[in-house]
């Protein structure tokens, strides 16, 4: 099941929302401070979610590890894709680095406008991975197909370094370099602007005919 959070995580990843947060406090001197803030809340909320989602069904007899089990939860986790699949491509959910008609770097300077403060970027952490679609199909999996928690918070603990992979690789060069950071970031945002939409499209169709076939295959 481990990829198929990966995958999930990957589309997480690709967040305007996010990419906007961190290119606002990169710009800011010294960024890394920041960041740790940003990174550290983020992480705190995303995780919290999901620990209690795990261990809220731990106790509740859902038959987690069955053939039935299984082929339902990955039906349902199907459906859900795809249908995030379709309202990607029908424009009813925007991604890319362009939302609500208005370019990220512009909202970017908006807020590099306002003072940024550490209690700012705390509070933009979980702000921008307020746990979707993604993560909630994400937890269907987990809580249906992995009957252990420590298995359970294993999958979890895999797919919030992935959802969170730019802010620490970023961090990561702002300890050392934050000039750099400021490009990667910089380049990013133009790169998810041109590919996020297809790279969730894909995603979501993809795995979400697969998860239909194989839960119809075993129910």
């Known amino acids: 099941m481990t990829i198929e959070i990966i995958l999930l995580a990957l589309a997480s990843a690709v967040r305007p929302t996010s990419l906007v947060a961190v290119w ?14 940003y990174l550290a809340a983020g992480l705190a909320f995303t995780v919290t979610v999901g620990v209690a989602v795990i261990f809220a069904f731990s106790g509740i007899d859902i038959h987690a590890g069955t053939d039935r089990t299984k082929a339902i939860a990955e ?15 029908a424009g009813r959910i925007r991604v890319g680095a362009v939302a609500d008609g208005r370019p990220a770097e512009a909202r970017a ?17 979980p702000a921008t991975h307020i746990p979707g ?9 987990i809580v249906t197909q992995e009957p252990g ?10 797919y919030n370094a992935i959802w969170y992979a730019l802010p620490i690789v970023v961090l990561a060069i702002c300890i050392v370099k934050p000039s750099a ?7 990013l945002q133009e790169w998810a602007g041109a590919h ?7 995603i979501s169709f993809g795995m ?10 075993t129910i």
């Open 24 to 37: 606002a406090l990169v710009r800011e001197s010294p960024p890394t401070r920041l960041m740790v803030a």
């Open 109 to 125: 300077e908006r807020l590099r406008r306002r003072r940024v403060t550490t209690r700012t970027a705390a509070l933009a952490g």
């Open 133 to 141: 679609l993604l993560y909630i199909l994400a937890l269907d999996l």
């Open 208 to 217: 979400g005919g697969w998860l239909l076939i194989e839960g119809a295959s």
């Open 75 to 89: 039906i349902l986790a199907g459906v859900l894709a795809l249908g995030l699949g379709i309202a990607v491509l």
């Open 181 to 187: 950071a400021r490009t990667l970031v910089q380049k």
């Open 196 to 202: 996020a939409r297809t790279i969730v499209l894909l």
């Open 149 to 158: 928690v420590p298995g359970g918070l294993l999958e979890i603990g895999i």
